[in-house]
RNA sequence: GGUCCCAUCGUCUAGUGGUUAGGACGUCAGCCUUUCACGCUGAAGACACGGGUUCGAGCCCCGUUGGGAUCACCA
């Protein structure tokens, strides 16, 4: 039997991370099982349902590369399909029609809540005669559940686990204006799409024992559940929107690579052993669910972000050009030309080491795309104060002529005149730094000004001057 | 409150009766070095608690405590 997953998110606001690692568990076991992995918008609540909303989980997971089968089956058009099913239910006896209105029922569950009794409906139109049933009221269908013995889940992750029937209660099914409920939905449509697996959030795992019962009461066969733990933020409460309940779109805006959030979460919940660093090919050939814990993991932003970095310095500097350009175009007003796009290239290498996101790595590779005098920051006008700046003036005679115009013989030169001024290198190198780059901190001041060319490093020295 | 789930360094985890309890991130110290990074070396740092079972328990059982999820005509 082939292996169909489906991901199933409410359009009612971005993809969260939560939403994000779910994906990628049921995108990551059918890759490893050669399966199918279908799309489900949950969008039955007309009221929080937007198009915006399906457009950012679906813009989400194409960033994250995450791929589903076929085109994506919006739940709201199945709506005549679960109310047929619950009619169906009903002919066959494993549902009946309910009279209670709201007030009756709030106040079922006040009584119940005073009494300190379980909160759940007690079922008073489940032996009822219709013929008893109050004029004028449109009746909700509320399934029929067995009120002796247990349901079991074998659950992927929580492995068995068993609640006993007279804890549930009748669940609605169809609601009084005939349009049904999430419970019914899920199951009409998880067995309508072939589903033979279910993965999704622990939150969930109390809903399946009653969703089981549908199944049953159908005579479907059951998908196999399995409930991953759900991600807490950093300071172990629910994910919020201050500590990572952010779209992933905030990721991407943030300057992290796709893979590097796709190992990241890979690897909240799941472990193969001491493995840190696995790349997607590895972990569809590793994944599976008996890898995945049962305790909830909390949201690392330190770890995420010195992953990222990893992946950065391991991207080609192609790629990391044509992703920083529109980023220095945007952030940093520098619209790259040829020239600038070529000293790019030839300086990401050492660029690359130096930053952990690409935003970081846009803001350090400015001074390459920028001619002329650069901008100062605080340290490098501190670097340039005292003497610093008649040093330069030298070194930019002493560069006129300078060949060949190579890393080594640059070195040479700044060596030699640190020792003819007898100072430390240091002393004579951050102050050149500073000129060429506007900051204290770069790649290699050789690489660069190799890289910058005689004339660019000229018109940089003296015009600090 | 009822029900269900969970519990190893600050964090993510390895560990399935016998280990000096391992790794990674983070932290600290040092090395490298023209700066910043990278890299390398080292250090501190955990089995929530209490009972069992056993020759022996982080691993099995029970309880306690703590955390989480869920209890709608929302999804």
Avoid at 113 to 126: L, M, N, Q
Avoid at 140 to 152: F, H, N, S, Y
Avoid at 300 to 318: C, I, S, V
Avoid at 407 to 432: C, F, S, T, Y
Wanted: net charge negative; hydrophobic share 40%.
């Amino acid at each position: 039997m082939s292996v169909v997953t489906r991901f199933a998110p409410s359009p009612t606001g971005f993809l969260h991370i939560g939403g994000a690692r779910t994906a990628l568990f049921n995108w990551l076991f059918t890759q490893h099982h050669g399966g199918k992995f279908l799309l489900r918008i949950e969008d039955t609540d007309r009221k929080r349902s937007s198009q915006e909303a399906v457009d950012a989980i679906l813009d989400g997971l194409r960033w994250l590369e995450l791929g589903w089968d076929g085109e994506p089956v919006y739940q709201f058009a199945q709506q005549a399909r679960h109310a047929e099913v619950a009619h169906a239910m009903l002919e066959a006896g494993h549902a009946y029609r309910c009279y209670c209105s709201p007030d009756e029922l709030t106040a079922m569950r006040e009584k119940a809540k005073a009494e300190k009794r379980p909160i759940r409906y007690d079922g008073t139109w489940r032996d009822r005669d219709p013929s008893q049933a109050p004029a004028g009221v449109d009746p909700v269908i509320r399934l029929k559940a067995p009120q002796d013995g247990e349901t079991v889940i074998d659950d992927l992750v929580q492995g068995r686990v068993t609640v006993q029937n007279a804890e549930l209660d009748d669940m609605v099914l169809l609601r009084a204006d005939g349009t049904p409920t999430y419970m019914l939905s899920v199951v009409v449509d998880d067995h309508d799409m072939g589903c033979t697996h279910v993965i999704r959030g622990d939150d969930h795992l109390n809903n399946a024992f009653r969703q089981a019962q549908v199944f049953m009461a159908m005579g479907w066969d059951l998908p196999v559940f399995a409930h991953i733990p759900l991600i807490h933020g950093a300071d172990g409460a629910k994910l919020s929107k201050r500590h990572g309940a952010l779209g992933v779109d905030a990721y991407r805006d943030m300057g992290f690579l796709p893979e590097a959030v796709r190992n990241y979460l890979l690897r909240l919940g799941w472990g193969h052993g001491d493995d840190e660093i696995i790349s997607t090919a590895q972990a569809i050939e590793w994944f599976d669910m008996d890898g995945v814990g049962r305790s909830a993991s909390r949201f690392d932003m330190a770890k995420l972000t010195n992953l990222n970095g990893h992946y950065l310095r391991n991207t080609d500097d192609a790629r990391l050009v044509d992703l920083v350009v529109p980023l220095l175009a945007d952030a940093h007003d520098s619209v790259v030309d040829e020239a600038g796009r070529a000293r790019l290239l030839a300086g990401m290498a050492g660029l690359k080491e130096r930053a952990k996101d690409l935003n970081e790595l846009a803001a350090n590779s400015v001074f390459y795309v920028r001619d002329g005098a650069q901008p100062l920051n605080d340290k490098a006008e501190k670097l340039l104060a005292g003497d610093a700046r008649a040093h330069l003036a030298n070194m930019a005679n002493t560069f006129a002529t300078l060949e060949p115009w190579t890393d080594d013989a640059l070195e040479a030169a700044v060596r030699e005149a640190a020792e003819a001024a007898d100072v430390k290198l240091g002393k004579m190198a951050q102050p050149l730094r500073a000129a060429l780059t506007g900051s204290n901190a770069s790649p290699s001041l050789f690489e660069v000004m190799r890289i910058l060319g005689r004339d660019e490093t000229l018109a940089r020295l003296r015009g600090q001057t």
